[in-house]
């Protein structure tokens, strides 16, 4: 685990409540799902976050799951999140971001929340 850990529960102690509450919960399900990396992007990583109005937006990374196509892989861990937060959430594939303003965006406010 050592440094890559040290650093994302380090994170976690400055993140909204709300993620940081089901830091645990939110660990298996990307063990569920085969994810590779999810990050924390949008409004929750800056002091625009309202816990009463807005959604959720992750970056995802997948590992091929072993008896889901990647479809479901998807659709699926979104659902997954919606029902573990209670929130809207946007869910975006890293390997389909092709604007390089909106990688530049996404890149400068990441927040690291897995790492496979």
Do not use: W
């Amino acid at each position: 685990m050592g440094f890559f850990t040290d650093c994302i529960r380090h994170t976690i102690s400055h993140m909204i409540d709300l993620i940081a509450k089901h830091h645990e919960e939110l660990q298996s399900l990307c063990r569920e799902f085969c994810v590779r990396s999810l990050d924390l992007i949008g409004s929750a990583t800056d002091n625009d976050f309202d816990p009463q109005h807005s959604d959720l937006d992750f970056l995802v990374e997948f590992h091929d799951h072993p008896t889901m196509n990647a479809f479901h892989q998807f659709f699926r861990f979104q659902m997954a999140l919606r029902q573990l937060f209670d929130k809207k959430i946007d869910l975006t594939d890293a390997s389909a971001m092709k604007n390089p303003v909106f990688i530049q965006t996404v890149n400068a406010q990441r927040t690291p929340l897995y790492a496979a």
